[in-house]
């Protein structure tokens, strides 16, 4: 357009639309460059990881002690009296909001994603008001399922009243949100948070957080005390805020956590308090040997060729959203230990959970009985396997015999091994796994959840196994809260507790004439 034909005043304005068109146009294709669409790709906590323990499984109709009775789900439509907020789109269809204006209520957010997030809570999740029926058996004493009981009267409801202090349905109308609301306030301001967390990601922001830091030099010691000297030792950028550390640390707690446990500079160890017991410094120090070899003198040239061990095997069962992690992440796990290599094996039915149009499965072959998705382009230090089969079919195949404690270590992120839809998948897998002797490390959503899995391997196993590390918080857990959609009043956060077992190892029996004869020598 000439600017003869227009207006300083309007040219002004015209060529002030256009610079912020092509910075908005450069921030949405950087991200969907790094990311994908954010409006289309599936959030990692909303799409695989179930949000809590509680409800791993669907909640059906067959749990409503004998109730046939409940409320029709609603229509989603904007709660009347509040007017619908406008939204700022860019070109590509992302959202754009400010940081001051992360706050919105989950049927009118600005979000697609989070509009069918409340409408899916909406017609599965029901109303914690003592009043009602129990949908199910109360897995914990603080599931709100447990205060509903034989005074209640009226029949389930699903929630529709979102709190407005919150945003997220809470209630099935107004009074029973205020006749509770003294129970509502003490996870209030969590809710809130995932609220604007959740708006945060879609926000259509630059994520200056997910960018990772590369190999460092190996004199730069990693100081795995906390989740910021690891951050800064590990020089990564700087992170001033809380909200882009909690969004970091959601997806760095699966490396991190593995690598905060098998580091020779461990925060773990087995002083009074460090959790580690006897059994577990003789296992741990098994695998710190490996990963810690010392210096070969090894170089570019044929005289400093050198033999390099077999890499480090770290099977991660049950894996969901790990399995999906951008691979950027897992490497971080191997610049932690440098001068070793990885090969990182996910195992289980649900371990290409929306990936069919990244990976398609293969045909399952001679060469490739079980299927198995093999990614070794990663890097020359890390190798990742997928197999969509339980490990005790493998296990029973003799596919990754034999074990050895000093390159094998087993990892069950949240598994849900004492959980009642759970438990019984594990029935098969957990014998194996103590048979192989090797370090078995195990995560839990809450206090309650670990302390469940735990129980319920003493119950199956017995003396039969070696506790390694007793259970107690995760040092790096996920700072960033994750919402139940069938339970808004169910919060937990990924791995938010650790510990370690492994089948029993017994000493070699010596008969008594065998020890004089070894004795008198």
């Known amino acids: 357009m000439q600017s003869g034909y227009t207006c300083s005043r309007c040219l002004h304005s015209l060529k002030k639309f256009t610079n912020t068109r092509t910075k908005t146009q450069g921030y949405s294709s950087i991200l969907q460059r790094r990311w994908g669409s954010l409006s289309t790709r599936p959030s990692i906590q909303n799409a695989t990881i179930p949000s809590s323990p509680i409800h791993r499984r669907a909640v059906t109709s067959q749990n409503y002690q004998g109730q046939t009775s409940v409320d029709e789900p609603p229509e989603i439509a904007t709660p009347p009296g509040r007017a619908k907020l406008p939204s700022a789109t860019t070109l590509s269809g992302n959202v754009l909001l400010e940081p001051d204006n992360l706050f919105h209520h989950f049927s009118d957010s600005p979000s697609p994603d989070i509009r069918r997030r409340a409408a899916f809570m909406k017609t599965h999740a029901y109303c914690s008001h003592p009043s009602h029926h129990q949908t199910r058996m109360p897995l914990s004493p603080h599931d709100p399922e447990a205060r509903k009981g034989a005074q209640s009267t009226q029949p389930p409801a699903f929630v529709r009243f979102e709190c407005p202090d919150c945003g997220t349905p809470v209630s099935c109308s107004e009074e029973h949100w205020a006749d509770d609301y003294e129970s509502h306030t003490e996870i209030c301001d969590v809710l809130r948070e995932i609220n604007e967390d959740d708006h945060d990601l879609r926000s259509g922001r630059f994520f200056p957080e997910f960018e990772y830091p590369g190999p460092q030099m190996e004199e730069a010691l990693v100081n795995m005390t906390n989740w910021d000297t690891y ?78 061990p077999p ?126 002797k090797v370090p078995i490390i195990s995560t839990g959503y809450t206090e309650w959840d670990m302390e469940r899995d735990r129980k319920w391997v003493e119950d199956k196993v017995g003396g039969e196994m070696d506790i390694l590390m007793e259970p107690g918080e995760n040092k790096f857990r996920s700072l960033r809260w994750d919402l139940n959609e069938f339970d808004p009043t169910d919060v937990s956060c990924g791995n938010w507790g650790v510990w370690a077992f492994r089948g029993k190892r017994y000493a070699p029996f010596i008969p008594l004439s065998r020890l004089n004869i070894m004795l008198n020598k």
């Open 231 to 308: 951050l800064y030792t590990r020089e990564y950028r700087a992170i001033n805020e809380e909200r882009p550390l909690r969004q970091v640390t959601k997806l760095l707690t699966y490396p991190v956590t593995i690598g905060s446990i098998l580091s020779e500079l461990s925060p773990y160890n087995i002083r009074r308090n460090g959790r580690i017991t006897t059994e577990g410094l003789k296992s741990l120090s098994a695998l710190r040997y490996t990963l810690h070899p010392p210096r070969t003198g090894a170089d570019g040239t044929i005289k400093g060729l050198r033999l390099n």
């Open 311 to 436: 890499p480090v095997r770290i099977f991660i069962l049950g894996a969901r959203a790990e399995s999906s992690l951008p691979r950027e992440v897992w490497q971080q796990l191997s610049f932690i230990f440098p001068r070793v290599a990885f090969h990182l094996i996910f195992i289980g039915p649900e371990s290409m959970t929306n990936r069919d149009a990244e990976f398609p499965l293969p045909e399952r072959t001679p060469g490739n009985p079980f299927g198995a998705v093999v990614e070794d382009r990663i890097s020359h230090e890390m190798k990742i396997s997928t197999f969509v089969e339980y490990y005790h079919t493998l296990h029973q195949a003799g596919l990754f015999h034999p074990y050895d404690p000093y390159f094998d270590c087993f990892v069950l992120f949240h598994p849900g091994l004492g959980h009642p839809a759970s438990s019984h998948e594990w029935a098969d897998t957990l014998p194996q796994l103590l048979e192989t």
